[in-house]
């Protein structure tokens, strides 16, 4: 069986990034666009949403540690299930 990948763009907006002199963490935090075609449909997804990033400072470089990305609102389902029995 063959996979076939999406194309996916993802548009990060700053909002803002915050760490102190002294610490090793900082976090940031803006909006994003997520857009991609579904399969099989090929119908365009388009969703918004607020995220935050949380970085390390490991041996004087700044590495991204976790993040996480909410959607505004419903998030409509791109494939529905058959629920009746």
Not at 1 to 13: I, R, W
Not at 50 to 73: C, H, N, S, V
């Amino acid at each position: 069986m063959k996979t076939q990948l999406l194309p996916l763009l993802v548009c990060l907006t700053g909002g803002a990034a915050f760490a102190q002199s002294t610490s090793a963490i900082a976090y940031e935090y803006g909006t994003f666009n997520l857009s991609f075609d579904s399969l099989p449909d090929n119908k365009h997804i388009d969703h918004e949403g607020a995220y935050i990033r949380t970085w390390r400072k490991e041996k004087g470089q700044w590495l991204a540690d976790i993040a996480f990305m909410r959607p505004f609102g419903n998030m409509t389902l791109v494939a529905e299930t058959d629920t009746k029995k």
